[in-house]
Structures are given as structure tokens and as C-alpha cells.
């Protein structure tokens, strides 16, 4: 299967290797090494070619998440909805999007002016985007830090409305560690790999990037 690679700036130059072997190995069920160093990439979504302008395609989205070079070699050899599977849709979903003839694009781009998702870049972005959650972000931070997930839901005050408002707003759920990795259901208290986040901008601001469209298709 012949998957679309499109380059922008010196995308070939910086992720074309990467994007060989992953459009090479998709769907094959087997991994394969992939050079995947100073970059960083998303799963986009969306109907139209507007929907692949930004880090995402919902504008009330004002951070996202972004896996690093490791996190992009586990989808090597995946399909489609495996691909979507593995970074944490769920089947229903998955089956909405399919039937309502949703895209999908990995995006790659340069890690250097990205920061890791830690708690105090998380808090300290969080405050810059939503400057009327500022001050209560501020005062619940040294809390949100020391509390488990469930506990800050919990405890009452600024910790819980500033932990639901994470959530609800930006899907900080309860594998967000605070330091810097992805989590796994299965093994929520084993990191991972490295993550990023962002603001959600243009990709156009990045210069160089990269997007390979693949199919997701269901029985």
C-alpha cells in the first residue's frame, strides 16, 4: 500500500528516512528500525484540507501533546486503527470517525522548540493560553504536583477545579505523570516515552515538517 508523503522546508532532508520506513512498514504487523532523532509528531484528523493546517483541528484546542522519536517508532509496522488504538482511542470512537469518513495524517516536526509535558510546563502554558485560569492555576499548582489524579479530584479547592478544568479542557487524565512521559493503561506506573506540548499553531510556524495520510479501515 502506497501511502502520500508530503514534505515541507527540509522535511525530506530531516524526516524522510522515518517516513520511508514508516509508510513501507504500515500495516505489516512487524517493526522495523526508523531514525527518529530531533523530531516529534501527532496524529491530525479532520474532513477537509483546513483540518490539517494546525496541531489540531479543534479550535478550542489550545495546547496538545506530542509523542517523541520513540514514541513515532512504535507505530512502525501498525495499521490504521491499530495506529489510533495504540495512542489511546477507543473502539467506538474509532468506528465514529471511520463512518463519518474521517482522515488521518501523522505530522512530523522539529523537537527543539518543543517542551516536555511536566507539570510546571503543563501549569506554566496552561496559564499563559487560559489567562482567566492564571491565578488559580498559580495557587494550585504546588498541590496538583504532590497529588495523585484521584486524590486532587478529591481534595477540594483550587486543586480539584484546576485538575477537572485540566482534564475536561485538555485531556490530562489520569496517566499524566507529570514528568515529562506517556503512560500505558496497562502499566500506568511504567514511563514510557518522552512527550511534548505545545500550543496549538499552524504547522506552517514550524517551517520544516512533514505529513503521511494513511488509511484506517475496519472489518
Known sequence: MRLEIEYHGDGEAQFGGFARVFAQAFGRGLSHPAPANGFAGRILRGTDAASFERLSDDPGRRLVFLLDGEGLSGLVGLGGADILRHIGYDENLIVR???????????LIPSATLVLATWDNLLALAGEVYPEWAGR???????????????ALVAGG?????????RDELNVNALFAGDGYTRHPDAPDVPRCAEYIARNQPLADFGTRCLIEFPVTLP
Do not use: H, M, N, Q
Open 158 to 166: 483550587e486543586a480539584t477545579a484546576v485538575r477537572a478544568f485540566l
Open 97 to 107: 470517525l471511520v463512518a463519518r469518513g474521517t482522515r488521518f495524517k501523522l505530522a
Open 137 to 151: 492555576i498559580a495557587r494550585a499548582a504546588p498541590e496538583l504536583c504532590r497529588l495523585s489524579y484521584d486524590e
